[in-house]
């Protein structure tokens, strides 16, 4: 992308003088306008094709909003007050807005939610103008929400999916993210002389072509990061791969180790490197140091060739072969596993089938990390998992052998469309900027295929129908599964603000296993309030000592304890580790000979096409 070309020497414009010079702002755009005239017309010249699919309903949401019109038209005297607060609202606003255009002072009496960084702007409260965009915009926003959800006689599933995608649509006609409506980009163009604008258009066109003719938004400097050079820089070794995962073994940070080893299964929906991004926030590097002998699987890329691998293969190939390895490697017949987001959940599945099969003894404990194992209010996830959508899905994956990474990409940008779609086409597209190197959102970027048969499994079985809780429900390789038959001792880690896995579904797992289980809810979300080391000394978690059914009832009892949990974690775990009498560990044990150096080749594999 072409970097913003800076001149301090220019004088700062006051935001007024934006309002104040209509004419020059014409000028403006009418010049802008003729420079981005030939950029869009080479680009249509390239990759123009017919419009046609746009028109299509993927996310079949017409029947929803249907239900939702036909119940709220059943009501004549509904719709007739939710028009006259309607318009009681955008009466008191223009006389308070009035007011402040005369007076200069006012208090809001719509204001932003205190995380809202759209609106941090000065303008939006020293403005009249501006202040009055931003209000009667969160105004309507809140009076749609509230129309949506007092709706009555809507079927749940609907409810939540028009209240979802009118979340969305609030979202997208932010004031923020049009030109003559943002002063900052008002204020910007004017200053640079459409030069914000035209190196804009160029990011726009870029990232269109990066996703060959769909738009594909640049959220970091591709080019500043890559694992095994300044991300997954944990010394460690490759012993041994297959066709689905090569595992990792790292080095040891402790003169002596703890007896049993510690298994990391990460999900493959996206890299394991999210454990181990930089030495300062690395999981894996932590665990090291306390005296673990870490081992982590490293999840393949697959492609076409893999179409066909199953749930059960990611067991096998996975979670099994690798404790198989490790056991070589080791000696040890027992190790700790812990399971991150779908790893966690494969974790449950791979614990449920050992219990049956009477091999429950190889494993010492587990840990979840924000892992579903009942779907029953798996959050806002579940809407892209509905039947017409699943058929739409599996022929997709009928095509190609696999589901592409970048519509699970593109669903979780949707999850926070706020931070990860608008916040960059305003900073990408309005000022013409980079977006800054961040090495999270990189990793974010890094996304997987998912395997057409696995992943069919995984939405019908545990989005669709929500069989693992049920006894029998599924089976792996002909064994059916029960939850209830897991008696090994478990620590659940959810995240208060987790819009994947949120934690009221996570706490469901304290219910279904018979053995031991601690639950702990950190702070913030799916990622950050995980990846949390002690020295950054951020957030909080809670605890408590009774599990009842009822999250809400467990959570009003727990007891709050300020910064990481990593610590509350490890204290819990050393109780099944052994002790830590090992002379450290060298990858491999002189068992199996390394392949390579960590990260390994698995976690270089872009996503096909």
Known sequence: MAKPDKNPEKETMEYDTVLQDPVALARVLTETAERIRPLLV??????????????????????????????????????????????????????????????GKGEDIYKPDPGDRRFKSPAWEESAYFDFIKQSYLMTGRWMQDMVRNTEG??????????FYTRQMIDAMAPTNFLLTNPDVLKETLESNGENLVRGMKNLLEDMERGHGELKISTTDDEAFKPGVNLAVTPGKVVYQNDLMQLIQYDAATEKVFEKPLLIIPPWINKFYI??????????????????????????????????????????????????QIRKITGEPQCNLAGYCLGGTLLSVTLAYLAAEGAADYVSSATFLTSLIDFKESGDLKMFMDEAQLKLLSKEMAEKGFLPASYLRKTFSMLRSGDLIWSFVVNNYLLGREPFPFDLLYWNDDSTNM??????????????????????????????????????????????????APWKATYAGTQMFRGPVHFTLAASGHVAGVINPPAAKKYCYWTGGEYPPSPEKWLGGARSHEGSWWPHWHEWARQYAGEQTVP??????????????????????????
């Open 42 to 103: 080479e680009y249509f010249e390239k990759y123009g094709h017919s419009a046609l699919e746009m028109m299509k309903d993927p996310l079949n949401l017409r029947p929803a909003y249907t239900e939702f019109l036909k119940q709220l038209y059943s009501d004549p005297q509904r719709v007739a007050q939710l028009q006259m607060q309607w318009w009681s609202e955008w009466s008191n606003l223009l006389q308070d807005s009035a007011a402040r255009f005369i007076s």
């Open 154 to 163: 809507m079927d749940d599933n609907a409810r939540k999916k028009v209240e």
């Open 275 to 324: 454990l181990d991004l930089r030495p300062d926030n690395s999981f894996i590097k932590w665990l090291t140091q306390q005296g673990h002998t870490v081992f982590t699987i490293s999840w393949v890329n697959p492609g076409r060739r893999l179409a066909q691998k199953r749930f059960e293969d990611y067991m096998e190939e996975g979670v099994l072969d690798a404790m198989l």
């Open 451 to 500: 395997p057409a048969a696995m992943h069919s499994f995984y939405m019908r079985k545990c989005y669709g129908k929500n069989l693992l809780p049920i006894p029998g429900g599924v089976t792996m390789n002909d064994t059916p599964i029960d939850m209830r038959k897991v008696k090994t001792p478990s620590y659940f880690l959810s995240t208060k603000e987790d819009h994947i």
């Open 584 to 609: 450290a560990r060298k990858p491999g044990g002189g068992v199996l000979d390394p392949i390579g150096d960590a990260p390994g080749s698995y976690v270089l594999m872009k996503a096909e096409d």
